[in-house]
């Protein structure tokens, strides 16, 4: 791994202090060994450090974006769902016909692994151009023992075939599969004792999600799902609050889970422990969209308790068929009423909470060197802008694994 200096460069470090995004203008940044080994003003640079010169033009340079809440692997689509919805029909009334999550878990049972990833791949990307080097993806789509397997397994492959970190999650608890239907106990003891195991000892995942909803499994039921996956140390995640109030994100800090996601319809009581626990608060502004629905998290509530707030794309095929994490952005900034500061913090330093990775987010001597460099005049056009693109060159361990044709570098 060559040496890399990043010079004539405006650092959004996101490093949390009196600076917005943690800003270091006229600066230089250094590379080696896949990690960031010097950062500061350009005029400190020590003149130790040799190797390749990257002129940045006075270019804003950010940590590189992670989503961390994705379903990026599936087969088919729910076009036809799209068009129910655009005629009337809610999330609720698609699910109860057969529609919805078990549509999908029909096509995912068909595909074959390798169908998995190559379809996955076209989705990866689309993010990857965007900026993205670390992204989350569940399961969910399987609900056996074998498809959850299949799709846990192409997540690992994907991640080593892409040059992107991909963090598995365990979401067997999505929906209650055709051939458990009248039989919920049947089926949570097939994944505490049969599907946790099995993902344990093959070190398929990293975390175990569940979706605590009213279409989806009760509070007890998670409980006893996150018990089991907490005794195979497995960390915990959970869909929480996105159509009621099931008060799982007061299930989620308990079990001093990594993240609850969606949260629509948190309560106050469920974020003073988030609070406690350090739970990280994901919104899903495209499943907002998507959905159309009318009630947005509590944003000021969870800004005023301090809880720390991640932004996730929440690509899958029914709720929300977004692939672009700038997109999101975007509407967390217009929709949720996050500042474009909170918006990139979301989908960096805090997004690396809300996995549990400390060793990037934010640009900081000893952290992976994952970093985006942008096209842009002010960081709240990462914000503003609606398409177009931004993007001049995305880093991966130090490696610049996209660039547009407009950067020059040199030797010293």
């Not at 629509?264 to 422990?273: H, R, V």
């Not at 993007?391 to 570098?409: C, E, H, P, Q």
Request: aromatic share 6%; charged share 25%.
């Amino acid at each position: 791994m060559s040496t890399k200096i990043w010079i004539d460069v405006n650092l959004l470090t996101m490093v949390e202090g009196d600076k917005p995004f943690g800003l270091l203008e006229d600066a230089a940044l250094v590379t080696n060994n896949k990690q960031i080994v010097w950062v500061g003003h350009k005029s400190n640079l020590p003149d130790h450090f040799v190797g390749e010169i990257i002129y940045c033009k006075g270019s804003y340079l950010s940590p590189g974006l992670i989503d961390c809440h994705t379903h990026l692997i599936y087969g088919g689509n729910r076009i036809d769902e799209f068009e129910k919805r655009l005629t009337g029909a809610s999330y609720e009334e698609i699910a109860a016909a057969g529609g919805g999550i078990l549509s999908t878990v029909e096509a995912t049972r068909a595909a074959s692994e390798d169908d998995l990833v190559r379809t996955a791949q076209k989705r990866l990307a689309a993010f990857m151009k965007e900026g993205v080097t670390t992204i989350e993806i569940k399961s969910g789509y399987g609900l056996d023992i074998v498809n959850e397997i299949k799709m846990l397994r192409a997540a690992r492959k994907l991640g080593n075939i892409s040059g992107i970190d991909v963090i598995p999650t365990f979401l067997g608890a999505h929906a209650l599969p055709p051939e458990y239907s009248g039989d919920r106990t049947g089926y949570i003891k097939l994944i505490i004792e049969e599907m946790l195991p099995i993902i344990a000892k093959e070190q398929l995942a990293d975390a175990v999600d569940g979706f605590c909803e009213n279409i989806g499994f009760t509070h007890q039921e998670m409980e006893q799902i996150f018990k089991a996956a907490t005794k195979l140390g497995f960390k915990l995640k959970l869909h929480a609050e996105q159509l009621s109030d099931q008060k799982g994100a007061t299930l989620a800090a308990k079990f001093n889970a990594l993240s609850a996601d969606h949260l629509e319809y948190l309560s106050t009581d469920s974020i003073l422990e988030m609070k406690k626990s350090g739970t990280v608060a994901v919104l899903l502004p495209g499943a907002y969209y998507t959905l159309r629905d009318t009630i947005i998290p509590p944003v000021e509530k969870l800004r005023s308790a301090q809880v720390p707030i991640a932004i996730g794309s929440d690509c899958n095929p029914g709720s929300s068929p977004v692939l672009s994490l700038k997109l999101m952005i975007n509407m967390a900034t217009t929709l949720f009423r996050l500042s474009p500061e909170e918006a990139l913090a979301g989908v960096t330093r805090n997004a690396a909470k809300a996995l549990g990775l400390d060793d990037r987010g934010i640009l900081k001597k000893g952290l992976k060197a994952d970093m985006v460099l942008w096209d842009i005049e002010h960081p709240a056009e990462l914000s503003y802008q609606i398409g177009g693109d931004q993007t001049l060159m995305v880093i991966k361990d130090g490696d610049v694994t996209f660039a547009r044709n407009k950067y020059k570098s040199g030797q010293n």
